[in-house]
């Protein structure tokens, strides 16, 4: 599951990186690529919702093996669409769409992978340890993410440079991988103990389905289910302003970066802090997502509510100062510092609502469902920090563009609040 979900990564972070070589290549603006950017993030809201009752239906082994396929099939397109296209003599806007519809339905595909791991998770262990288990599957995607922004800064960069690589490559290397880890995730899921002749492991928050039925329910009867939930409704509006936050820095921290410049050193030392600066984000999410699950279970008797807030407002403090840490001319490890903070607070309560609140208030019938509801409003928000945001750099600059995400965290902050009481254990 940790490297399947670490492999995700891999075909949709490679695009964030891709931003400069495309932009010079083809004379886009940042309100251009944003698009690019929103289409994958539309797309992915659309297919959370969808592709969540459809895990629950037809299990994870099936819906999330064919997002393995569909994703790879769409970096490969991008990447011949690029090999084809010449500069000089193609329409850069025809090119535009063309990209925007490709990477939508990798949006649309990408979305099979998160809500089916949460359903294999809620069948494999049961409440009681979710917090720490949960938390530690949280960090694939950190690690995924880091590691997607590393491969593709590589490609796009050093293998350039050096050994007068291709760039767009960036989209041909992560899908052999991804591809490669989609064969392994096929052969070696299962989707519940019962599949290898276990029984169900024990549980204090539904009655187990019966041995070989993917749910007890069909799929309007969660929809139904999911959406008379005001508890998952509040954490889907609070996941809302966190994803707002979150893919503005996804999308916009490395060319921000690159375009503020770095120490002026060169060689593997710059290399080096430069890798640092990029991708602490997601890695010091990883120590947010592991911390934040066993806060809940050690401190606040399994209740999420509380530890989301306390993050977000701290996320949304250092966003705010981000912006004026870099253009004071603060060195690397200062930034780097700044940005493991908001990685750390980002990550965290994110984990913690995607994952622990879509299983508390989900349940086993319904927790792929819930993810993808939760995942859903996320995205959308996460849409406004592509387009949305590209024209908000465009018309002003990034610094009111980074305080605008940090108002995001704190307005899901002050929503968490509504439920900083509400024990998941005491709901059925």
């Known amino acids: 599951m940790w490297v399947t979900y670490f492999a995700y990564y891999l075909c949709r972070y490679n695009m964030t990186i891709a931003k400069k070589p495309l932009c010079d290549t083809f004379s886009w603006s940042n309100e251009s690529i944003g698009i690019i950017f929103s289409a994958l993030l539309l797309?992915?809201?659309?297919?959370?919702?969808?592709?969540?009752?459809?895990?629950?239906?037809?299990?994870?082994?099936?819906?999330?093996?064919?997002?393995?396929l569909g994703s790879v099939v769409?970096?490969?397109?991008?990447?011949?669409?690029?090999?084809?296209?010449?500069?000089?003599?193609?329409?850069?806007?025809?090119?535009?769409?063309l990209i925007v519809l490709f990477w939508g339905a990798n949006g649309f595909f990408q979305a099979m992978g998160w809500s089916p791991m949460v359903r294999v998770m809620t069948h494999w262990f049961p409440l009681s340890s979710r917090g720490n288990v949960m938390g530690i599957l949280g960090t694939c995607y950190q690690f995924g993410g880091a590691f997607s922004w590393l491969l593709a800064d590589f490609l796009t960069g050093y293998y350039v440079q050096e050994f007068d690589g291709d760039w767009r490559v960036v989209f041909l290397v992560p899908a052999v991988l991804f591809a490669i880890v989609g064969i392994f995730f096929y052969l070696l899921i299962r989707n519940c103990p019962e599949d290898?002749?276990?029984p169900p492991v024990d549980s204090v928050d539904n009655p187990q389905p019966e041995v070989g039925r993917e749910s007890q329910r069909t799929i309007f009867e969660n929809v139904v289910v999911i959406?008379?939930?005001?508890?998952?409704?509040?954490?889907?509006?609070?996941?809302?302003?966190?994803?707002?936050?979150?893919?503005?820095?996804?999308?916009?921290?490395?060319?921000y970066l690159k375009e503020q410049g770095g120490d002026e050193v060169v060689g593997i030392t710059a290399n080096f802090k430069e890798w640092m600066k990029l991708c602490i984000h997601p890695l010091a999410g990883s120590a947010g997502a592991i911390?934040?699950?066993?806060?809940?279970?050690?401190?606040?008797?399994?209740?999420?509510?509380?530890?989301?807030?306390?993050?977000?407002?701290?996320?949304?403090?250092?966003?705010?100062?981000?912006?004026?840490?870099?253009?004071?001319?603060?060195?690397?490890?200062l930034i780097v510092l700044v940005v493991s903070v908001i990685g750390f607070c980002t990550y965290g309560p994110h984990i913690l609502m995607v994952g622990h609140a879509a299983q508390d208030f989900g349940?086993?019938?319904?927790?792929?469902?819930?993810?993808?509801?939760?995942?859903?409003m996320g995205y959308i928000g996460a849409a406004l920090a592509g387009w949305g945001a590209g024209r908000l750099i465009d018309m002003y600059d990034y610094t009111i563009t980074f305080i605008t995400f940090g108002s995001a965290a704190l307005l899901g902050a002050l929503f968490i609040c509504l439920i900083w009481k509400v024990n998941p254990n005491q709901q059925h």
């Open 363 to 376: 349940k086993k019938e319904g927790a792929a469902g819930a993810a993808g509801f939760i995942d859903a």
């Open 291 to 333: 911390l934040a699950g066993w806060a809940t279970d050690r401190f606040f008797g399994g209740r999420r509510a509380p530890v989301i807030a306390i993050l977000l407002v701290l996320l949304a403090i250092s966003s705010m100062v981000f912006p004026y840490v870099v253009l004071a001319g603060a060195g690397t490890w």
């Open 74 to 97: 769409m970096n490969l397109a991008v990447f011949f669409v690029l090999l084809v296209a010449v500069p000089e003599s193609s329409n850069p806007r025809t090119l535009l769409w």
């Open 196 to 198: 290898v002749g276990l």
């Open 227 to 255: 959406l008379k939930s005001p508890y998952l409704w509040i954490v889907a509006f609070t996941f809302f302003f966190l994803d707002m936050n979150r893919y503005g820095f996804v999308n916009w921290l490395p060319a």
């Open 43 to 68: 797309m992915y809201a659309v297919g959370q919702f969808v592709n969540g009752q459809l895990a629950d239906r037809f299990g994870t082994r099936i819906i999330a093996s064919l997002g393995i």
